[in-house]
């Protein structure tokens, strides 16, 4: 079924997205859902709540998007962007822990769950330590749905090794390092729309994006990932999408 789901696919746009939490909002889900393919929708442990992502879901089918599970380190605090130790098995456990709660808000509106993609600081040292991208992998096989990640890292190496399609991001409204690898911040800030559009597209035509100091980093764009706490997301999205549109499925 996932091979189905990705063979289906042509160039999506991803966006982390259902990510507040009782009276705080954080981002423009409304806003965003018109310019997006597929949501990542946060599953409790870095943010959300259940009245969050039961909205999040109804939202996105309005807008015929398919949704994912993002799930986190449990680090409500620190919004998933905090290094913790676990042990594999718990790691795993804690994973299929939101998925499963998500897949629960999926089924009531009679979707399906389309992919899981590790938030925060846990898709962080998945790329990097191959006991934690098993361990996100583990939990990805209980529902036999392709995982999102990073070309060039244990992400394209461990996923398929373990029986999963994976589907390689570009991030339009992040910086890359010279070692092609993503500049993560606490804070997201005002990205320029024309300059992020354009490179997207560079990205998807000639699998380049260029570093804070000018050099080109391979990358590979099946999916273009946005965030919906960008100041400016919604103006992101917007020329983003139009950028690429031709290539979108």
Known sequence: MAAAKQNAMKLAINCDMGESFGLYKI??????????TIANVACGFHASDPSVMARTVRLAKRHKVRVGAHPS?????????????????????????QVGALSGFLAREGMELFHVKPHGSLYGMAAKSREVA?????AAKVFNVPVLGMAGTLHEEVYPAAGLE?????????????DGTLIITREHHVVDPKRAAERALRAVRE??????????????ADCIC???DTPNAVEVARAV???VAEYLG
């Open 27 to 36: 981002g423009d889900d409304e806003g965003m859902m018109p310019h997006i």
């Open 134 to 138: 098993q361990a996100v992998a583990d």
């Open 241 to 243: 999408k139009a950028a």
């Open 166 to 178: 994976f589907i390689s991001e570009y991030y339009a409204d992040l910086d890359y390092a010279d």
């Open 73 to 97: 380190l449990p680090d409500l605090q620190g919004f998933g962007r905090r290094e913790m130790k676990m042990r594999p098995e718990e790691l795993t456990d804690s994973i299929v822990y």
């Open 226 to 228: 946005v965030h919906s």
């Open 207 to 220: 699998g380049v994006a260029q570093s804070v100091n000018g050099h080109e980093v391979h990358v590979r």
